[in-house]
């Protein structure tokens, strides 16, 4: 399985983006999706997730600004970013896990995809 990240680019404070990731392959529907940030110089945080059955969860930083959505029939999710900050700058990755054999879990990275946002 791999996971094909898409939509970042450059955009001014207060505009918009939407981000896309895509699983190739053969993934269960069940378990996180997710989308994560590594800012420069920092460390991968993670920004939005959503479960198998739509719960969601944000990073505070991000609440009331960005929308993490999924379509299991497509193997996709989307993170809706609006009202965007500079300090939301980063490389985003796409994350999906889902449960495996026996007691295993499997866990998936996208490539990442860059969004600069302008003061």
């Known amino acids: 399985v791999q996971l094909q990240a898409s939509g970042g680019g450059l955009v001014q404070a207060g505009g918009s983006l939407r981000l896309s990731c895509v699983a190739s392959?053969?993934?269960?529907?069940?378990?996180?999706r997710a989308w994560y940030r590594q800012a420069p110089g920092k460390q991968r945080g993670l920004v939005a997730r959503?479960?198998?059955?739509?719960?969601?969860d944000y990073a505070g930083s991000v609440k009331g600004r960005f929308t993490i959505s999924r379509d299991n029939a497509k193997n996709s999710w989307y993170l809706q970013m609006n009202s965007l900050k500079p300090e939301d700058t980063g490389v985003y990755y796409c994350?999906?896990?889902?449960?495996?054999?026996?007691?295993?879990?499997?866990?998936?990275w996208g490539q990442g995809t860059l969004v600069t946002v302008s003061s």
């Open positions: 994350y999906a896990d889902h449960p495996g054999p026996g007691s295993s879990w499997l866990t998936y």
């Open positions: 392959g053969s993934i269960a529907s069940g378990g996180y």
């Open positions: 959503i479960t198998g059955g739509g719960g969601t």
